[in-house]
C-alpha cells in the first residue's frame, strides 16, 4: 500500500540554521506530494506541494523537489526562524485519483533565539 | 470563508458514554475526511465521504464508530460507547474534489475519555 516515512524528531535548530527533513515515500503509480505544517493547538496547514516528478514546491521559504528516482520530498529551508517551530507532515495523495492523503508521522521541529 | 468548523474543540467524558464530534466543511467543498491523531499512530483517516456518500470507511477502528455527512454543510462523528484508548484529537478537513486539490483542516476536537 502507500505510504510516507519521514524522520523522526524531534530537531532543534538555533535561528538562522539550515533545515533538512528528509521524506521518502512507496506508492503505485505517480502520487502528488504536499507538506502540511501544524502550530500548537492548530489544525493543519498546507505549506507546499508537487504534482509531478522534478516539480519543486515552495512557500516561505521552504522548498521541497519531487524526486522520483529516489521516492523523495524532503523540505529544506535556508534560515530558520523562531516562528517556524511547528510539526510538519509529509503526506502523499492517492495516485487512484481520489483525496485521501497518506501522512508520515510528524517531526516537531523547534528553533531557538 | 471561516474556514472547516469542528465542535466541540475539547471534549472530555466518562468511559462508556456516548460522544458526537461535529464539522462543518467549507461551503462548496464536496469532499470531507475525519482523521485520527494520535502519538502512538500519527494522523489515521478515518472516512471520507464525497458528495455526502461515505466512499472509505476502512479506516474505522471499530463498530462502535459511525459517522454520517446528512447534507453538505455538516457532518458527525459518533462514538459509543467511548473508551479511555480513543482519547486523541479528531480532525475534520474538506476540499473540492479534483486531482491534487489541497485538504483544509479545521482545529481539531481534544476527546479525553476517562
Known amino acids: 500500500g502507500n505510504s510516507v516515512t519521514q524522520m523522526e524528531g524531534p530537531v532543534t535548530l538555533s535561528e538562522e540554521a539550515f533545515l533538512t527533513i528528509n521524506c521518502t515515500y512507496t506508492?503505485?503509480?505517480?502520487?502528488?506530494l504536499f507538506w502540511y505544517v501544524q502550530y500548537p493547538g492548530e489544525g493543519l496547514q498546507l505549506l507546499l506541494k508537487a504534482t509531478k516528478a522534478d516539480d519543486k514546491g515552495s512557500n516561505k521559504g521552504f522548498e521541497a523537489t519531487y524526486r522520483k528516482e529516489t521516492t523523495s520530498f524532503h523540505l529544506e529551508k535556508g534560515s530558520v526562524q523562531v516562528s517556524d517551530s511547528a510539526v510538519y507532515f509529509c503526506a502523499l495523495s492517492d495516485p487512484g485519483g481520489s483525496e485521501k492523503l497518506v501522512f508520515g508521522k510528524g517531526t516537531k521541529l523547534t528553533v531557538n533565539p | 470563508d471561516a474556514g472547516v468548523i469542528q465542535s466541540p474543540r475539547h471534549e472530555v467524558t466518562e468511559m462508556g458514554q456516548e460522544v458526537t464530534l461535529r464539522c462543518k466543511p467549507i461551503s462548496g467543498h464536496n469532499s470531507l475526511f475525519w482523521y485520527r491523531q494520535t502519538m502512538m499512530r500519527g494522523l489515521e483517516l478515518l472516512i471520507y465521504f464525497n458528495n455526502n456518500v461515505p466512499i472509505d470507511d476502512s479506516g474505522m477502528p471499530e463498530d462502535r464508530f459511525s459517522a454520517k455527512m446528512p447534507n453538505a454543510s455538516f457532518s458527525t462523528l459518533k462514538i459509543q460507547p467511548s473508551e479511555p484508548r480513543d482519547s486523541a484529537v479528531y480532525f475534520c478537513?474538506?476540499?473540492?474534489?479534483?486531482?491534487?486539490?489541497?485538504?483544509?483542516f479545521g482545529q481539531g476536537t481534544r476527546l479525553t475519555v476517562v
Open positions: 478537513a474538506s476540499s473540492l474534489k479534483g486531482v491534487n486539490t489541497e485538504a483544509f
Open positions: 506508492a503505485t503509480g505517480y502520487p502528488s
